[in-house]
């Protein structure tokens, strides 16, 4: 906490004179082990070096009306930062946090389409990070601002996700992209099972819904690794490295750092994205036959996707081809792979058409053959790389 008291003519007159500015917190990727995006934090230096963090002031200028006339100046000295990021960095992407006024107000979406129309940054540079209060009142303006923003091609972060009483209903309602869960429930997974169940939950919620996963608030070497081998996506923290100063996070960015990394996690979600389609298929099937015909339009929505190309294992397939990795694990699974998706494709049509219990009950077998070989190429797979990795 800053020691004087602090007034809105303080920090109006900061705002003006100079003294707030963007630090960086870096995100790595779990894949790769580099650092692919960063979060840009708001801090006010004084004249005489120190500095106040953002919680001892932004809740006064939101109360106060002054979150507007920060974000009008210090959006602009954003971009210029992004700039200097990307020209280290083309495909770097910088989180940035609003509030609900940003999003009341035209102004954001009116400054990033004009950037973005003239190619100062891509899209892809900077993501919108926003917490469940600033879109709790369901405003057609805030709903309008986050379309208008999807629109431009940014991504939308759910931040602090797993503290707020609604968080589930804005994810049925806003657009997002990816969920930014909680530091404080990623700290407290080294005291409290709760904790780290929460954690995995949303994971695999993030996972089915295909969004994007950051953790942040990692601050050891274990919870790195274990969110890793969890199949999060990106990792934030001050394990990796705390904020640093535009020009700090450039030269960490030019000295190109490499943390631990594992596409392991990434076929761990594969193989619960496969189970979890077999499922969705036997759950189908079992419902249609406890009810009449008429009444299947009133199923609830399973995103149930037949195609194996929209799979995680062939997401998984991709990344290890991209990443110049031998491939012949996964043509060994390729075969039963995509005669599971045909054979749930046919049971489903076949449950819908036939009267035959004969035919579903030949369909569900032949289905569950060929998952069970699925599932037997990918224990291979993992028993093999853990005891590479062990070795």
């Given at each position: 906490?800053?020691?004087?008291?602090?007034?809105?003519?303080?920090?109006?007159?900061?705002?003006?004179?100079?003294?707030?500015?963007f630090?960086?917190?870096?995100?790595?990727?779990?894949?790769?082990?580099?650092?692919?995006?960063?979060?840009?934090?708001?801090?006010?230096i004084?004249?005489?070096?120190?500095?106040?963090?953002?919680?001892?002031?932004?809740?006064?200028?939101?109360?106060?009306?002054?979150?507007?006339?920060?974000?009008?100046?210090?959006?602009?000295?954003?971009?210029?930062?992004?700039?200097?990021?990307?020209?280290?960095?083309?495909d770097?992407?910088?989180?940035?946090?609003?509030?609900?006024?940003?999003?009341?107000?035209?102004?954001?979406?009116?400054?990033?389409?004009?950037?973005?129309?003239?190619?100062?940054?891509?899209?892809?540079?900077?993501?919108?990070?926003?917490?469940?209060?600033?879109?709790?009142?369901?405003?057609?303006?805030?709903?309008?601002?986050?379309?208008?923003?999807v629109?431009?091609?940014?991504e939308?972060?759910?931040?602090?996700?797993?503290?707020g009483?609604?968080s589930?209903?804005?994810?049925?309602?806003?657009?997002?992209?990816?969920?930014?869960?909680?530091?404080?429930?990623?700290?407290?997974?080294?005291?409290?099972?709760?904790?780290?169940?929460?954690?995995?939950s949303?994971?695999?919620?993030?996972?089915?819904?295909?969004?994007?996963?950051?953790?942040?608030?990692?601050?050891?070497?274990?919870?790195?690794?274990?969110?890793m081998a969890?199949?999060?996506?990106?990792?934030?923290?001050?394990?990796?490295?705390?904020?640093?100063?535009r020009?700090?996070?450039?030269?960490?960015?030019?000295?190109k750092?490499?943390?631990?990394?594992?596409?392991?996690?990434?076929?761990?979600?594969?193989?619960?994205?496969?189970?979890?389609?077999?499922?969705?298929?036997?759950?189908?099937?079992?419902?249609?036959?406890?009810?009449?015909p008429?009444?299947w339009?009133?199923?609830?929505?399973?995103?149930?996707?037949?195609?194996?190309?929209?799979?995680?294992?062939?997401?998984?397939?991709?990344?290890?081809?991209?990443?110049?990795?031998?491939?012949?694990?996964?043509?060994?699974?390729?075969?039963?792979?995509?005669?599971?998706?045909?054979?749930?494709?046919?049971?489903?049509?076949?449950?819908?058409?036939?009267?035959?219990?004969?035919?579903?009950?030949?369909?569900?077998?032949?289905?569950?053959?060929?998952?069970d070989?699925?599932?037997?190429?990918?224990?291979k797979?993992?028993?093999?790389?853990?005891?590479?990795?062990?070795?």
């Amino acid at each position: 906490m800053y020691g004087t008291e602090i007034s809105a003519q303080d920090i109006e007159a900061a705002l003006h004179e100079g003294e707030l500015c963007f630090y960086y917190q870096p995100k790595v990727s779990f894949l790769n082990g580099s650092i692919v995006g960063g979060e840009a934090l708001l801090r006010w230096i004084k004249p005489d070096g120190s500095i106040i963090p953002p919680g001892d002031f932004l809740p006064l200028a939101e109360s106060s009306g002054l979150i507007s006339d920060i974000t009008a100046v210090m959006l602009t000295e954003l971009i210029a930062d992004i700039e200097a990021i990307k020209a280290v960095k083309a495909d770097i992407q910088v989180a940035y946090n609003v509030a609900a006024s940003d999003l009341n107000s035209p102004y954001l979406v009116k400054i990033l389409r004009s950037v973005i129309g003239s190619r100062r940054i891509g899209s892809g540079n900077i993501q919108i990070e926003i917490t469940e209060t600033a879109v709790l009142d369901n405003s057609d303006r805030i709903q309008r601002s986050l379309l208008d923003l999807v629109a431009l091609g940014i991504e939308i972060v759910m931040d602090d996700f797993g503290t707020g009483y609604s968080s589930l209903d804005l994810l049925s309602r806003v657009p997002f992209s990816a969920l930014k869960i909680d530091q404080g429930v990623v700290g407290r997974m080294a005291t409290d099972a709760k904790n780290t169940h929460i954690v995995t939950s949303s994971l695999d919620m993030a996972r089915e819904m295909s969004l994007k996963t950051v953790a942040e608030g990692i601050e050891t070497e274990a919870t790195y690794a274990f969110l890793m081998a969890a199949g999060c996506n990106e990792a934030q923290g001050f394990w990796m490295s705390e904020p640093l100063p535009r020009d700090d996070f450039i030269s960490l960015l030019e000295s190109k750092p490499q943390w631990p990394s594992s596409s392991l996690g990434l076929l761990y979600s594969a193989w619960i994205s496969h189970m979890s389609y077999r499922r969705k298929v036997l759950d189908t099937v079992h419902i249609m036959t406890q009810t009449s015909p008429e009444d299947w339009e009133n199923l609830p929505k399973m995103n149930l996707v037949h195609s194996p190309a929209h799979c995680r294992l062939s997401e998984w397939h991709l990344v290890k081809g991209s990443s110049g990795d031998d491939t012949s694990d996964f043509r060994k699974l390729d075969d039963p792979h995509r005669l599971m998706h045909a054979a749930g494709e046919s049971l489903i049509h076949t449950t819908k058409t036939s009267q035959s219990t004969e035919e579903i009950t030949k369909g569900i077998r032949i289905f569950l053959e060929y998952s069970d070989r699925v599932d037997a190429e990918v224990s291979k797979i993992v028993e093999r790389w853990l005891g590479n990795a062990i070795n």
